[in-house]
């Protein structure tokens, strides 16, 4: 037997390993918000991506329900320092929605519904990593959780999930988002505890 | 406005939609001015409403603080606390109007 037994400082329990740095486990889902809950009727609602040169590329509702589907299952951190784990939502893949866009642009700026903006390199919408979702653990993705759809990007802060989405610009220079121009990190990885400026 | 928003706050059928009066602010801007900032006088740069901080709503269940004007939502300033700087942001005010002692003039 070594000197440092692997049991000496306890195991570390289930989730551990999921969790970023200082982070803390929530059953619940917290609801945050910087503003009056928008409320979108399906039958109005539309995502609209816009390229560095103007064009644009629709979605109504319909549309969207239109395109298949996935069902992630994802850990997701807010930068408020609660996580929870295995999330289970449906949504369309942005690899879906962007099959057809041509653009040259690298960097992307998300708007939502009631205004709000958040800015993240176009390669973290890509491969696998994002989607606009709209069921939530089953059900109807709730107003007060960013329904009818929100962005979802499970591997930074959560602040990038956009809820209330309404489009992507996609952009040749960085802008900073609502949060990234108040002080908090323009990229957001909860791996690198990248919260604020500086960090 | 957006159409189709549930509105400027209070009871949304899921919950208080989160805003309290702008003396939620005192506290936090304590830290940083010496004056009662809640007191002050600002104008909205989106509608032009003129009226005490105190009277703006404030958004804390969030990663800052976001105090929104009362006559059209948009945001008047914001404040973020991190554990070694606090950020400032006023762009949404033309300007404060703070209420000062003739006292504090210094000659």
């Given amino acids: 037997m070594g000197i440092v037994s692997p049991g000496f400082q306890g195991r570390p329990r289930r989730g551990d390993t999921r ?21 979108i009727p399906t039958d109005r609602w539309e ?13 109504s509702w319909a549309d969207l329900m239109a395109l298949p589907s996935e069902t992630p299952t994802v850990d997701i ?3 408020t320092k609660w996580s929870k784990l295995g999330t289970i939502w449906q949504g369309v893949s942005l690899d879906t929605l962007f099959t057809e866009v041509d653009s040259a642009a690298d960097f992307a700026l998300v708007h939502s519904y009631g205004g709000y903006t958040t800015n993240l390199p176009l390669e973290d919408l890509l491969d696998g990593q994002a989607w606009i979702a ?29 809820k209330w989405v309404r489009g992507i610009q996609l952009l040749l220079t960085d802008e900073p988002g609502f949060w990234e121009t108040a002080g908090y990190h323009n990229y957001g990885d909860p791996w690198r505890e990248q919260r604020y400026q500086g960090d | 406005m957006t159409e189709g928003y549930a509105g400027l706050g209070g009871y949304d059928g899921y919950g208080y939609d989160g805003y309290e009066d702008g ?12 004056v009662d900032v809640t007191a002050a006088t600002c104008r909205c740069v989106s509608c032009g409403r003129t009226g005490e901080v105190a009277t703006l709503r404030v ?10 004007c009362p ?32 006292d504090a003039v210094s000659v």
């Fill in chain 2, 71 to 102: 006559g059209c939502d948009a945001v008047v300033l914001r404040l973020t606390r991190a554990p070694h700087a606090a950020w400032l942001d006023l762009k949404g005010t033309t300007a404060l109007r703070i209420p000062m002692s003739e």
């Fill in chain 1, 134 to 162: 709209y069921r939530y653990e089953g059900e109807a993705l709730a107003p007060e959780h960013g329904g009818p759809a929100r962005l979802l990007v499970p591997h930074l802060y959560f602040w990038k999930s956009a």
């Fill in chain 1, 47 to 59: 995502f609209v991506i816009t390229t560095e040169t103007g064009q644009e590329y629709r979605w």
């Fill in chain 1, 77 to 79: 951190h807010c930068v």
């Fill in chain 2, 23 to 34: 003396n939620a602010l005192a506290g936090p801007l304590r830290e940083i001015f010496t």
């Fill in chain 1, 19 to 39: 969790l970023p740095p200082g982070q803390y486990l929530t059953e619940g889902f917290p609801v945050l918000s910087a503003g009056p809950t928008p409320r």
């Fill in chain 2, 59 to 68: 958004y804390r269940h969030a990663p800052g603080l976001v105090a929104r």
